[in-house]
């Protein structure tokens, strides 16, 4: 009867992600079909960047807290997360590094490749399909572990795309955003006992539903925008990081995390996340640093479209390690 159980919940859980999959897939086709008729140029990209991480990811964050029991245990989760989500990253770009010297040398884009194959999208993405999954603390966690790859990004990341190789103090500004602050004003709340009035948490439920509808229209709509020269052009390049960042990294995730006794909530959590896509951040980041734009919209694209199967794919293989 147990091995009957663990097999229906296996089937349960696939069939959940599957579902959960095809709304994304079906949300990311409205936002192709929008971009017929309104296409995304600078001033939408930066309406619907704004909304998705200045309103829908902070609500997802405080909603997901307020409806979490907070106590020393769950904190010292919060922190196991965080850790767990800065080690995960940093071999996630160890690998690219090293795939992308092995099978594409002499290529210039080497630190894209390894930044792009060791970068989630662990917000737009990770965040409501981990809250549709696993519910509030699911959500939490999801939350917490993005902070991570924001961290990573602004250090790591910075450093490697940066001429020069050096960290400045000035590129920590860019880690203090809404969604972090968010997590910070959440917790410490939460430490404290502090409820908000049920007006608050309504509201925060209600945008929160915002976050996965609005990042899907807005990948939809970067697809549509893709040239198809640029594609032909940079496709060769894109392969390593697609596979590190679906396929390897998650298995040496799985791997790792197998020997740990860790809660099943937070295994299943950072599993999940470590299985996202590449950073729809990729192409801003690489703008902003005079690197590849270009491949990082390519690669993100691609990625987000190849994850629609490998994700499923990937939950059902965790499933069979952590059942």
Known sequence: MSVFGAEMGREMEFTIVFQSI???????????????????????RTLFINM????????IILSSIFHVDMNEDMFRKIVLVFVLSIIINVVGIAMGWIFANLFQKGSNRTREIALLSGLGNTGFIGIPLCAA???????????????????????VGVVMLQKNRKFALQTLKSMINIPTAAIVIGLFAAFFNMKPPEIIIGLTDR????AAPLAMFYIGMMIMGLQRGIV?????????????????LPIA?????????????????VLIQSMMPTITLASILFARYSADEQMGALTTVLSTL??????????????????
């Open 22 to 44: 095809l709304i994304i897939t079906m949300m990311i086709i409205i936002g192709a079909i929008l971009a017929r008729t309104s296409p995304l140029n600078n001033e939408t």
């Open 52 to 59: 998705i991480v200045n309103v829908a990811m902070p609500c």
């Open 133 to 155: 999954l696993l519910g509030p603390e699911g959500a939490l966690y999801a939350a917490i572990f993005d902070a991570g790859v924001d961290v990573t990004i602004w250090t």
């Open 207 to 210: 945008l929160a539903a915002l």
């Open 232 to 248: 032909r052009q940079s496709v060769p390049q894109t392969w390593v990081p697609i596979t590190v960042k679906l396929i390897l």
């Open 253 to 269: 995730t799985i791997f790792m995390i197998h020997f740990f006794n860790f809660d099943a909530v937070l295994i299943q959590t």
């Open 306 to 323: 190849l994850g629609l199967i490998t994700i499923p794919f990937m939950v059902y293989i965790m499933s069979l390690f952590i059942n």
